[in-house]
């Protein structure tokens, strides 16, 4: 999720009644640096992420042992700005806003790594967009009804008084962009029987609200089919994409290190581009994910690149965005 909706669920941290004794500076620093804190890693360690995680905006941040060290160090810094009676419940909000982030991740299109550096196994349920205005507008409105509410007797500004409402509504449109998720998962499996045999299928959510999805049908004949699906259950193509399951220099990818730390991480692998094999037995390969991308673009994030020598080890590699053309050979990422 973004950095707004993000920082609405840290406001509404800093109103909960067991900090009402904390200063309001202290309380809204605190709530607002853990709810967006896991997000330094696409910063701070952004030129250690290709080694590290290679697909996708999640990083070690998002991990349990990630959030448990900043964790710690959110405690460290507020330890000074508040009393001591008030410190356990200071190093619980943390630990609230840290798990309210890593959760409202899972939920989008995301996918958490959230056992590393255990596994790079990736976890999320991709109910939500990552920029979701409806989702937002429902953890706002709570807010600026109680901030105005309370401001007109009192003439002075400080954090309205937490209201069970907002809590009510967001599951309420959790649930409903759950069920959207799976009636165009229904939809998608509908629309290509008769074809050849799915073997899988993907939705995320596409744009504002769940009313647009992004579908993606793995069929046997190993290709991606994707198409975007409207809750009404309308379908319009969107290309398809080969999962270079087949293809040798695709597998003689994988088995390096860096291909099959993608392929653990990625959700809907393809092969987005590979070269003929050149007189001195090297070739390059392109793999992407279907799933970080758009439709509505050509341009795929994430996508890893590769340069194999004749003895099959990587000779160079890198991961940066892509040009993709569905329903055509795939194109040069570069």
Wanted: net charge neutral; charged share 15%.
């Amino acid at each position: 999720m973004d950095f707004l909706i993000h920082s609405l669920i840290g406001l509404h941290l800093a109103r909960l009644p067991a900090l009402a004794g904390v200063p309001l500076g202290a309380r809204l620093l605190l709530c607002l640096a853990a709810s967006n804190a896991p997000d330094l890693d696409r910063f701070l360690l952004l030129p250690l992420r290709e080694n590290l995680l290679p697909v996708g905006t999640a990083g070690p941040l998002h991990s349990l042992p990630g959030a448990a060290l900043l964790g710690a160090v959110l405690a460290a810094i507020a330890r000074p700005l508040v009393e001591p009676r008030y410190r356990r419940a200071v190093s619980l909000l943390a630990a609230a806003g840290l798990g309210l982030h890593l959760l409202g991740d899972a939920l989008s299109v995301e996918r958490l790594p959230l056992f590393w550096p255990f596994s790079s196994h990736r976890f999320g349920v991709a109910w939500v967009a990552g920029r979701d205005a409806w989702l937002g507008l429902l953890l706002a409105v709570p807010l600026l009804h109680g901030f105005f509410a309370d401001l007109w007797p009192r003439g002075r500004v400080h954090l309205p008084s937490p209201r069970p409402g907002a809590v009510l509504l967001v599951a309420l449109y959790l649930a409903v962009c759950a069920a959207a998720k799976a009636r165009v998962l229904q939809a998608t499996w509908l629309h290509h029987q008769g074809g050849p045999e799915i073997e899988e299928v993907q939705a995320y959510p596409l744009g504002l609200g769940p009313f647009l999805w992004t579908t993606l049908a793995r069929t046997e004949d190993r290709l991606w089919h994707r198409s975007v699906v409207s809750v009404l259950g309308t379908i319009t193509p969107a290309g398809t994409f080969p999962t270079g399951d087949a293809d040798p220099r695709v597998q003689i990818a994988l088995q390096t290190a860096a291909g099959a730390e993608f392929h653990r991480s990625a959700r809907a692998p393809f092969l987005a581009r590979a070269t003929e094999i050149e007189e001195d037995g090297s070739f390059e390969v392109a793999l992407g994910d279907l799933r970080l991308g758009d439709p509505r673009s050509d341009r795929l994030p994430w996508v890893l690149w590769m340069r194999i020598g004749p003895d099959f080890s990587p000779r160079a590699w890198a991961i940066g965005a892509a040009r993709i053309e569905g329903g055509r050979p795939p194109s040069d990422p570069h």
